[in-house]
């Protein structure tokens, strides 16, 4: 008798998991910002670079983060809405995924180094940055990204014409024209 009220209340708890709906929710993204922190190679990972030290120039890396702004324009108020009891939405499994609509894109990003022991003399090296954990270049991955872009890593594909001095700038334009800037103080190479 135990068994068989245990089967019973466990189909009653369960069946409204199983039938449990939710409300797609619009999300509107908007990027807001740009900004980046200077990275060195340790081992297999990344730290933040301290600036007291001189590194090789094949050390560094810049980490990319594109901020947003989320604005949920349907559908509810920043979660998934499930119906059913109260007790059981804990329990059930997130809805489809949300619907993104994208307010904006980026267009371009220009890196540029000045040199920091000649009058910040600037130089573009847009094209000499690769992100990290590929071979493609900043252009060839925002084209294969569409604009759509989140944290990644660039770091230079050629140093040669690096000097021993940076302070690096990074512009973004959005396909709105907004531009998005970021830098950070003086890196010293070996």
Known sequence: MKGMIKKVLLVILVTPLFV?????????????????RALITQGTSFIEYDKQNSIDKDQLFI?????????IVSGGRGRNKVTGPAVLQAAVVPCADQVLINKNRVESIKVEVLDAD??????DVTDQMVVQG???SLSEV??????LLSDFLIGFSDTSNIPDRI?????AT?????????????????
Do not use: H, K, P
Request: hydrophobic content about 30%; proline content about 0%.
């Open 118 to 123: 000649n009058n910040n003399e600037g130089l």
């Open 63 to 71: 980490e990319l983060r594109f901020t947003a702004i989320e604005d």
């Open 142 to 147: 925002i084209a294969q990204s569409e604009g």
């Open 174 to 190: 959005l396909d709105d024209g907004t531009m998005l800037e970021s830098s950070d103080g003086i890196i010293s190479f070996n």
């Open 167 to 171: 302070v690096y700038v990074i512009e």
């Open 20 to 36: 449990a709906c939710c409300n797609e929710e619009t999300y509107e993204i908007t990027i807001s910002g740009l900004e980046s």
């Open 134 to 136: 590929t071979d493609s």
